[in-house]
C-alpha cells in the first residue's frame, strides 16, 4: 500500500525525527486527511508498515538443523535493524520507549507472534532430540535473541553472520548441558 | 551534589518527558544559569547522575563463586532499571537512541567500564577454572546482559533473582560445554 510503503522509505531518509504526515502524504500522494482516517499518528502508520515488513522477512524456518535455523531468523531480524539509524523497526522500537500504545501494538502483533513461532521451532527440536525435553524455553528466548538488543541499545554494532552462528551454537550447548546435568 | 540529586528524583517522580532544567534548579535552589554554566541539557544532567548510581550500585564483586557474583551484579543492574517507567537509568538509555552525544557519553562513562569490570571477573574465572581459558569473553558478555536489554526494550518484564540465576547457570554451562568441545 503506497502509504505504507512512503512511510518506510521516508523514514530510511530522514530517521523516524524527520518524519511527518505530511511528508507521508505527499510522497504517497494522497491527503492528509485520508491518512488521519486510518492512523492516529505517524507512529501508527509506521507499525502497521514494520508488522507486514517483519512478517515477510523473518520466519521461522525448520529445516531440522536448529543451529542453521535460529541464526537464518536472527540474521532476517538484524537485517530488519541495519542500518541502525535508517531503520524503520528500529525507529519503532524506540518510540515504543516513549509511547504506551505503539508499546502494546508492537508487543501483541509482531513481538509475542514471534515468540509463538519460535516456541513452536523449540518443540519441534525438542522432538528431534537436538535439545532436551525439560528446555526452559523462556531462557532459551532471552539468550537467543538478547545479543541482539543488548548491542542494538548500546550502538555496540549488531552481530555478524559468524558472530551469530557462534552465540546460537553456545545456547545450543547450554540448553544441551542443563539438560543433560538435569536429567 | 544537589543539581544530581535533584534530578535523579524528578525523573522519578515525572519521567524524562516532565524533567525540565527549570524544575531541577528549583528543586536543586539554583538558578537555571548555574546549570547551563556546567551542562548543556537535562539529559547531560541525568546522565552524571546516572553514571554516579551506576558506578556505586552495580560493581563486580569477585568472592570465587561467579554464578553467584554475576548473579548480584546483574541484579544490580536489574534495580537500577526498575521500575522500567521511573527509572533515570532507564530514561538516558532511551534518550541515548535519540541524541548520540548521551548515547557516545553513556558508552564511553558506563558501558565500556562496566565491560573492563565484567572481563577482569571473567579472567578471574578462567584462572580459577571455572570457564575454560579460551571461552569467548565477547559471546559471554552478550549472552549474560542480553535478557536484561531483550525484556526492556520489549516491556515483557525483568528477570527476578530466580530467573537471573537460572539463565547465569546456562550461560557458565555453555562456556564450559564450548571448552570441553574445543579443548
Redesign the interface.
Known amino acids: 500500500m503506497a502509504v505504507l510503503e512512503a512511510a518506510m522509505a521516508l523514514c530510511r531518509e530522514t530517521g523516524f525525527?524527520g518524519l511527518t504526515i505530511e511528508a507521508i502524504a505527499e510522497r504517497a500522494g494522497v491527503s492528509k486527511k485520508t491518512i488521519y482516517r486510518w492512523w492516529p499518528s505517524k507512529g501508527a502508520v509506521l507499525l502497521e508498515a514494520v508488522f507486514d515488513a517483519a512478517a515477510s522477512i523473518a520466519p521461522h524456518g525448520d529445516t531440522g538443523d536448529l543451529a542453521r535455523d535460529m541464526t537464518a531468523q536472527m540474521m532476517g531480524v538484524v537485517a530488519l535493524l541495519t542500518p541502525q539509524d535508517a531503520s524503520p523497526v528500529a525507529a519503532i522500537?524506540?518510540e515504543?520507549?516513549?509511547d504506551a500504545a505503539i508499546?502494546d501494538a508492537?508487543?501483541e502483533q509482531v513481538?509475542e507472534p514471534n515468540i509463538a513461532h519460535f516456541e513452536e521451532r523449540m518443540r519441534s527440536a525438542q522432538r528431534a532430540g537436538e535439545i532436551p525435553e525439560d528446555a526452559?524455553l523462556?531462557?532459551a528466548?532471552?539468550?537467543f535473541?538478547?545479543?541482539?538488543?543488548?548491542?542494538?541499545?548500546?550502538?555496540?554494532g549488531l552481530?555478524d553472520g559468524d558472530?551469530m552462528r557462534?552465540?546460537v551454537?553456545?545456547?545450543i550447548?547450554?540448553?544441551?548441558?542443563?539438560g543433560s546435568?538435569q536429567g
Request: hydrophobic content about 55%; aromatic content about 8%; charged content about 20%.
Open positions: 525525527a522500537i524506540v515504543a520507549q516513549r508499546a508492537l508487543r513481538i526452559d523462556g531462557a528466548l532471552d539468550l535473541y538478547g545479543p541482539i538488543y543488548h548491542r542494538l541499545v548500546f550502538h555496540l552481530p558472530e557462534a552465540r551454537d553456545l545456547v550447548a547450554a540448553l544441551r548441558a542443563m546435568a
